[in-house]
């Protein structure tokens, strides 16, 4: 859960997390939490007057740290329906009698309002049992579900999982049905036309994608799109000048990461460095996605690196990249083992340099970056004084017939 910092005080704004609760015997419970372990209970299943009669007898316990929040909680259950009004009532969840659970969270800001749930419901509320997740025995289990029954979220799910096989023509008329469909609200509307702008993209319909942008209600995601078709032109100048005076900052919480991030990119390219570095900060705050997050540090690193002089900041980034990993698989990662190992080798930290590759599967690795890993490790192994091993790396590029002759002649004449 992200959070806002006022100097070294976070300051968290409306946050509360809910449990919401149906068991095998009683229709459905509510708890509702915040970061001062400050819990209100509910009986939902009880006459509206009564709801707050209940209470759960929940031990709670939550821990601020500087950029989240947990919840840790004991929630005491019954078979002994007598006293309605203490405690879950419920037998243990099976797979036939199973609980119906959810975690939801409602973040309001100045700049925003977020609604997040582990199951999504699909709306704005949380209150809608239909759409908890099962559970039982510590794990969920998958029901057979009505095919017929269709609404956002079953078709947003169904119109991702074309994305991810590249079907980008029906992912787009599946994107742009959806958004077309009769009681959406202008937030599902906005995501809707933006994966068809981004399909439209992929197809390098430049044209459509300008067209569905043109169409999204909310202003900030719109502006974030074209700013993204822009990006895809390599027009950074043009970024730069749509929103470049925007204070980002006073855009909707959930939505300053993606811009921060192309606005970054763009000043990045354009040699704006210090700018740059400040969008890259900003965007690095507010991106939720671990994999973008991913990105965004790579990014600021090279520019730590090549443009503001500062290799150990730069350093630092990489290692984050990959820090507490047994292996890695994303070309960013991949790139950040190359450059930390780089940096290193100018601090003569050679062992140092060389602990870094211990993140690569060099026997399962394939393609264009098993042979990138290789002269990278082969060219630390050459300034650590150990050439025999280097030569054994270089040897595996050049009888390569996958890799490139580019790879090839750096395997020939290293770095």
Same mark, same amino acid.
């Not at 400050?38 to 509206?48: C, E, F, T």
């Given at each position: 859960? /992200?959070?806002?910092?006022? !100097?070294d005080?976070?300051?968290w704004?409306? %946050?509360?997390?809910?449990?919401e609760?149906?068991?095998?015997s009683?229709s459905?419970?509510q708890l509702?939490? *915040?970061?001062a372990?400050?819990l ?11 709801w707050f009669?209940w209470?759960s007898?929940a031990?709670?316990a ?5 950029d989240h ?7 005491p259950?019954?078979?002994d329906a007598n %006293?309605p009004?203490h405690q879950?009532?419920?037998? =243990?969840?099976t797979q036939s009698l199973?609980w ?9 800001r100045?700049?925003?309002? @977020?609604?997040?749930?582990f199951?999504?419901t !699909?709306? =704005?509320? &949380?209150?809608?049992p ?7 025995s !510590?794990?969920?289990?998958q &029901?057979?579900?009505?095919?017929t029954?269709v609404?956002y979220?079953?078709s947003h799910?169904?119109?991702g999982?074309?994305?991810?096989q590249? =079907?980008w ?6 994107y742009?049905a959806?958004?077309e469909?009769?009681q959406?609200?202008? &937030? ?6 933006a994966e068809a702008?981004?399909?439209?993209l992929?197809l390098n319909?430049?044209a459509?994608?300008?067209k ?6 909310i #202003?900030?995601?719109?502006e974030?799109v074209?700013m993204?078709? $822009?990006?895809?032109q390599r027009?950074?100048? @043009?970024i730069?000048?749509?929103?470049g005076?925007e @204070? ?5 919480f959930?939505?300053?990461?993606a /811009? ?10 354009m ?7 400040t969008?890259?900060?900003?965007a690095l705050?507010y ?7 991913? *990105?965004?540090?790579?990014l600021m690193?090279s *520019?730590?690196?090549? #443009?503001l ?5 730069? $350093? ?6 990959i ?11 991949f790139r950040s083992?190359?450059?930390?190992a780089?940096?290193l080798?100018t601090?003569?930290?050679?062992d ?5 590759f211990?993140v ?6 394939? !393609?264009?970056w098993l042979?990138?890993?290789?002269i990278?490790?082969?060219?630390? $192994?050459?300034?650590a004084g ?6 054994n790396?270089?040897?595996r ?5 996958q890799?490139?002759?580019?790879q090839?002649i750096r395997a020939?004449?290293p770095?």
């Amino acid at each position: 859960i /992200a959070t806002e910092k006022n !100097g070294d005080q976070a300051i968290w704004y409306g %946050d509360v997390v809910e449990i919401e609760l149906a068991t095998d015997s009683h229709s459905y419970y509510q708890l509702a939490i *915040n970061p001062a372990s400050a819990l209100v209970d509910l009986d939902r299943g009880a006459p509206r007057n009564k709801w707050f009669n209940w209470s759960s007898k929940a031990e709670v316990a939550t821990n601020i740290a500087d950029d989240h929040w947990t919840i840790e909680m004991r929630i005491p259950v019954t078979q002994d329906a007598n %006293d309605p009004l203490h405690q879950v009532i419920g037998r =243990k969840p099976t797979q036939s009698l199973p609980w119906h659970i959810n975690i939801c969270r409602q973040r309001i800001r100045n700049n925003g309002i @977020e609604y997040s749930a582990f199951s999504p419901t !699909g709306s =704005k509320g &949380f209150h809608s049992p239909l759409k908890f997740a099962h559970f039982y025995s !510590g794990r969920s289990h998958q &029901f057979d579900a009505d095919v017929t029954v269709v609404d956002y979220l079953i078709s947003h799910r169904a119109a991702g999982s074309l994305v991810r096989q590249r =079907k980008w023509n029906d992912a787009l008329d599946e994107y742009i049905a959806l958004s077309e469909s009769e009681q959406i609200n202008d &937030f599902q509307k906005s995501d809707a036309l933006a994966e068809a702008a981004n399909c439209a993209l992929a197809l390098n319909e430049l044209a459509k994608a300008e067209k569905l942008a043109r169409l999204i209600p909310i #202003e900030t995601i719109s502006e974030t799109v074209h700013m993204q078709i $822009l990006a895809t032109q390599r027009k950074w100048m @043009e970024i730069v000048t749509q929103v470049g005076s925007e @204070e980002l900052t006073n855009w909707p919480f959930w939505q300053i990461g993606a /811009a921060a991030y192309l606005r970054g990119k763009a000043r990045y390219f354009m040699k704006n460095s210090k700018q740059a570095d400040t969008d890259l900060q900003l965007a690095l705050r507010y991106e939720p996605d671990k994999r973008i997050q991913l *990105n965004i540090r790579t990014l600021m690193a090279s *520019n730590c690196e090549t #443009e503001l002089g500062d290799k150990e900041r730069a $350093l630092k980034l990489y290692r984050q990249n990959i820090e507490g990993m047994k292996k890695i698989g994303a070309a960013d990662e991949f790139r950040s083992v190359d450059r930390a190992a780089a940096i290193l080798c100018t601090d003569l930290k050679y062992d140092e340099a060389i602990e870094i590759f211990r993140v690569v599967d060099y026997e399962k690795l394939t !393609g264009f970056w098993l042979y990138e890993m290789l002269i990278s490790k082969a060219n630390t $192994l050459i300034l650590a004084g150990r050439k025999a091993e280097a030569e054994n790396l270089y040897r595996r590029v050049i009888e390569a017939d996958q890799a490139s002759e580019e790879q090839r002649i750096r395997a020939l004449v290293p770095q």
